[in-house]
């Protein structure tokens, strides 16, 4: 009986794609099979590594070894609706879908073999709070299944008397990196290739702040993947 009354809600109310917001057809799943294949990729991964938009953009600040990012980000977009309802509409779970698919494309190009750990950014604790979650750490737990790749939520956390990097000035930015992120040395990440998630690369500031604690702690490299780049 509960069976029939589903079925039938879900004829009356259809569950619509989060990407185009056309209605779901049986089988698919929060985004349709036209948008999972026509989603804005960057395909990053393909490129030689010194053709990377996202190496490129953190050169002469920090050193980062691979680039990673699912999708180009465009204002009025399907990735921005994407992203809408993984950040504001309690739906996480997208954020760990699009993880899975982007860890099986970067398994196929070997990515497994290049990474130790798996690190997500954290999110700061009032935000957490508020939301209830870290969409960056379902995107990383999504990458870490398809990679085989050990995923940790607390090595990397963030203060909770930080404030944002904006309107400092360069010196005052680079003491503020250590007084928003701190390591737990819970597992050793000493001479680790390091694979640091987040949902949106905008200016990079913040990865660029987590990178370079990291790296201050003698890992051996940073890469960054993100859900999508700005
Ligand atoms: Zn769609």
Known sequence: MKKLIQDFISLIFPDSCYSCQGVLLQGEYKVCTACRGNLPFTNYHKLNPSDNPITQKFFGKVPILYGLSFLQFAKDGKVQRLLHHIKYKNEPELAEILGNWYG???????????????????????????????????????????????????ILLRNVHSSTQTKKTRYERWQNVHTIFNVSDSVDIKDKSIL???????????????????????????????????
Not at 113 to 133: A, C, E, W
Not at 209 to 227: G, H, M, N, R
């Open 196 to 230: 640091l998630v987040d949902d949106v690369i905008t200016t990079g500031a913040t990865l660029e702040a987590c990178a370079k604690v990291l790296l201050e702690l003698d890992v051996k490299f940073i890469s960054i993947a993100t859900i999508a780049v700005a």
């Open 104 to 154: 099986a494309e970067l398994f196929e190009k070997s990515f497994h073999q290049k990474f130790d750990m798996i690190l997500s950014v954290p999110l700061h604790p009032k935000k957490l709070k508020i939301r209830g979650y870290n969409q960056s750490d379902y995107f990383g737990r999504g990458l870490s299944k398809q990679l085989q790749i050990p995923f940790y939520d607390n």
